[in-house]
């Protein structure tokens, strides 16, 4: 495996934040404009398969080079979305697509500024990470801009509440696995926000806090649109 470190706030990683973060939105402006329905389905086929595709490509790669398979199960948050962003974008399942538009718009950007790796770029594993969570970005705007979905009120409250509880069903998952998925066990090695929120447990209470908050700049716009909506057709207006 690649052994080059990865170097937080550096060139390659502003440019691995801006890259896949500019295509993705590039690409889902382009097709909304577009307005064809069959570039529509080929960009969701497209997505769909590059996140099948480069999910099973990481796991094996990892697995090649000695990394267990307990620590590759998909299940953190960026990884659940990946593994919804298909069934999304293939169906438009509207449960999958709140959780998706929540936990992708929210933790797949927090991720990009704070990544959980230590090789850097030309690395697989570092490449694959840019890319992989910079297409959770892109399903979600897809779901939302092209698909004509939208969160509401109550996907924001659900999609919160089931993240603490799948936060609290992963403690004795770690513990009977050995692993730190949603690093609710302890603190990354790597640095992250969860640095500044004090020890454990106290750092998932403010960690849970913090998605919130989160989660509603994510709702922001739906309700600012919403509120002008009701203004306009106010009869006092």
Do not use: Q
């Amino acid at each position: 495996m690649d052994t080059r470190p990865f170097v937080a706030f550096s060139g390659e990683h502003w440019a691995g934040v801006a890259l896949p973060l500019g295509l993705g939105v590039g690409l889902v402006w382009a097709v909304r404009r577009a307005g064809s329905p069959r570039l529509d389905r080929a960009t969701r086929w497209a997505l769909a398969a590059a996140c099948a595709g480069g999910e099973l490509f990481i796991v094996s790669w990892l697995l090649a080079h000695g990394v267990p398979l307990r620590r590759l199960l998909p299940l953190h948050i960026c990884d659940v979305a990946l593994v919804l962003a298909p069934i999304v974008l293939l169906t438009g399942h509207w449960f999958c697509f709140e959780l998706l538009y929540f936990w992708g718009l929210s933790a797949a950007p927090m991720a990009l500024l704070m990544p959980g790796i230590v090789t850097g770029f030309p690395a697989v594993h570092c490449i694959c990470f840019f890319a992989l969570h910079g297409l959770i970005v892109a399903s979600a705007l897809c779901a939302v801009a092209v698909m004509r979905l939208r969160p509401t009120a109550r996907s924001l409250l659900r999609t919160w509440l089931l993240s603490n509880a799948y936060a609290a069903l992963l403690i004795p998952v770690n513990r009977a696995l050995d692993t730190n998925y949603m690093y609710v066990s302890r603190k990354p090695d790597t640095a992250s926000l969860l640095d500044v929120m004090g020890p454990w447990p106290w750092y998932i209470l403010v960690g849970s806090l913090v998605g919130l908050a989160a989660m509603s700049l994510c709702y922001l716009p739906f309700f600012l649109l919403d509120r002008r909506r009701l203004r306009m057709a106010s009869p006092n207006h």
